[in-house]
Each structure stands twice: as C-alpha cells, then as structure tokens.
Nanobody
C-alpha cells in the first residue's frame, strides 16, 4: 500500500502561482505513475494530469496545458504540481493519486489540499 500526503494549497489571486507537493510513503517501489485530480464544490472529481514514475513522461488535460507542470523527485518520493496563471475556475480540492501495476485505475489517494483562486 502507498500512502500519499498533499501540501501547498492556499489562497491566491487570479494570475498567481502555487506549487503543490505530494509525498509518497510505504510501497513506493510499486508505483507506476502518479496523477493529480481536482474536485470543485458540487462537481465530480476530474483528472488534471499525470507523470510516469520511472520515465517521467507527462500528460495534461487541455484546460491546464501550458499553465500547469507536473514533476517528480524520485529520491524524495515526491510529485509536484506547479500551477501558474491560475484562474478562479481552478478553485478546487486537489488530490494526488498513485497507480500500482496490474491496476486499471489509481488505487492510492491523498487527503486533498484546497486551492482557492480569487478574482
């Protein structure tokens, strides 16, 4: 099992930046890739992007492409989300998740961190 803890959320004005972190512990050797999701009030949880844990390839949804960057530090078992040019519609609870081999979806989740973008 992998345990995940997010940090770095907060309140920022539109156009500002935040850097979220996701620290993994436990069976980190089993991680295939890690992803970021977000959930706005009253809405479903949506995929934001992911990073391959070994190769480092990334993928982003169109709404954040060019503004958000996912990176990782394997030595620290930590994934990051650099969010720039933030918009009020980016306001949500951000969750990180990890996927193990032979699993179709993400099977480990963090508790979430709130990001609020004021206009």
């Amino acid at each position: 099992q992998v345990q995940l803890v997010e940090s770095g959320g907060g309140v920022v004005q539109a156009g500002g930046s935040l850097r979220l972190s996701c620290a993994a512990s436990g069976r980190t050797s089993s991680i295939v890739d890690m992803g970021w999701f977000r959930q706005a009030p009253g809405q479903e949880r949506l995929f934001v992007g992911r990073i391959s844990w070994r190769g480092g390839s990334t993928y982003y949804v169109d709404s954040v492409k060019g503004r958000f960057t996912i990176s990782k530090d394997n030595a620290k078992n930590t994934m990051y989300l650099q969010a720039n040019s933030l918009k009020p519609e980016d306001t949500a609870v951000y969750y990180c998740a990890a996927r193990s081999p032979l699993v179709a979806g993400y099977d480990s989740w963090g508790q979430g961190t709130q990001v609020t973008v004021s206009s």
